[in-house]
């Protein structure tokens, strides 16, 4: 097998009893296509359960005996009967499996108000089969706790995909409108399978030609084939565009004619796909243009696209990933994927303040219909993370999660890194904002601030390759995202099991051992690359392998020795109020957690302190001793992941068998380089040995600043 399937395999079901319990209970289906959505529930109905059961099963008209019955009340009198009966509201998107007995029929309904919500509940029912489960006295009651769950696409119009690991991009612009892939409706398909709603097309760092005449109708064509599967498309749009096709002399948001430029934009767009989802901007950050380059702040620069989007029922998606307003000149155009900052960039203090300080004073400045995408932490995606600052600290404002799947600093393509766990974390974190309780995932959700529009969403880790996602366990963060974004009270350790039965074998003995090695995964590359809240400490531009030593990059806070500021003294970042007072940013309960740097929690302690090298560690350790224990420790669960799975081989195709073999074998060597890397260069500080009971570097410093990497994938993707 190659992968392309990802978890919709609908491979025949190998449990004997269940096999037959299926094959009995599903005979015959009833499902009225009185739309679009409810053909594509159907065919993946029959589809499913053809794979599974061998069963084609017949429609009947009727309430058979062993059939499944699904629909809404405006497609199915029967279906009418039952929501009404129940008194069941599954709302907007949600659905109802119930098993149902009338005198001596047995049935299986799937119920919905609404057709996406049908073809929501065909996808779980379908997951109930593929993970071997009873389909005995079902009752599933399920509905989302975010509404708008979306997938960016950081894909370039040339097809490059920035920190894309896994091929081109799957949108062929040359060939659309006219061609449809059939990826363009697998891709569909497998969003909805796991609920995700929408998907910006388009790279945040951002091309105007994509609002031309042309990439609409392009743009169309794909809006037309997700449009079935409950999928809205949404566009980057670049700031300076009235300039750069729109012909005016400026971009300015409070001027009559920019203003006047984006209504007619808008306009042009609905006229061609009703249901455009709206843009998502990244403006003032990296070189791209933005409000301020106009004297202008963010919210007047939101509020310019809200305001023409809002007639249609768009929303803005306007990202808080903010760091460079203190590069002068921020009116300079860049191109596609570009992001080299002028020669008078100026680093802030402590870019971690950034975003906060910017945003928070606009708060209630927005218009009703714009989220403010906030990255999972303060600095960009790495291993490691506290919680951004802005989460609870904006309670007028809708707040979107922005993760990202694609794993920019997390091994690229070629690491095993289950992400699930990252999510939580964050989800889970407390923000104190309205006392104990008030959780990350309950400002996303909009319950902690009564916000009825809300989002999240996952930079995607999709290109063309046969699998999607380069490394094979890629496709899990996809899926993780998904169901988490559907419903965040699920596990980590619940989502892995799903995936794999669905992805490789229900065999117990597979689906542990696999599942341990996921959820050991995230720590495992939190402890080579980054232990003890290091970060940003990779290569620069590239953003491949381990380079703490970096000190040369166009602005300081581009420089790893900038994040670490190791020295004679100790290691670490100093942001409390004696530093940069960055955790002044945080409520006073998370200050208590982490402001004094002996009762910090030690995965954050290089995040929040400088910290001297024999500074004694919860175990016992000094902090030297404590590092090189925690990259061994990496190295040692790079290992064991390795052992782990090269045991398996029984369980799984020989071709994803050995793809994952070979990469786990690319993963330990990875992982070695990390640890000796970086070792070795703290050892220039700490002048302290690496205890003798670790496995010592065998390559000097000097090799290891001497590795040259030509071919890493760059900003471009692995292209
Ligand atoms: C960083 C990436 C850069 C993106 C930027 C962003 O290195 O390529 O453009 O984030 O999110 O993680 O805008």
Redesign the pocket.
Known sequence: ENGYELWMRYVRVQNPVLLKQYQSALKYYAIQTTSATLSVAKNELLKGIEGLTGNRINETQGTENNSIIAGTPASSAFIKRFLDAGNYHPGKEGYIIQSEKTGSKSRIVIAADNDIGVLYGVFAFLRLLQTEQNIHDLFIESSPKIQYRILNH?DNLNRTV??GYAGASIWNWHTLPDYIDQRYIDYARANASVGINGTVLTN??ANSLTLTAPYLQKVKALADVFRPYGIKVFLTAKFSAPEEIGGLKTADPLNAEVKNWWRQKCNEIYALIPDFGGFLI?AN??GQPGPQGYGRTHADGANLFADALAPHGGIVMW?A?VYDVRVQNTNEHFGEGH?EATGNAIAAEDRFKQAYDEFKPLDGKFRKNVLLQV?NGPI??QPREPFSPLFGAMPQTPLMMEF?LTQ?YLGQGTHLVYEAPLFKECLDADTYAKGSGSAVARVIDGSLNDHPVTGIAGVANIGNDINWTGHPFGQANWYAFGRLAWDYHLSSAQVAEEWLRQTFSNNKIFIAAAQKIMLASREAVVNYMTPLGLHHIMGTGH?YGPAPWVDNAGRADWNPVYYHKADAAGIGFDRTAAGSNALAQYQPEVQKQWNNRSTCDEKYLLWFHHVPWSFKMNTGRSLWDELCYKYNAGVDSVRWMREQWNRLNAYVDAERFTSIKLLLGIQEKEAVWWRNACLLYFQTFSKMAIPSKYEQPDKTLTYYKSLKFLYAPG?GGNL
């Open positions: 950081w920035e920190r945040v760092n990244k950050s990296e990202r990933f992001q990255k960009d995606f990202q920019e953003h900003i």
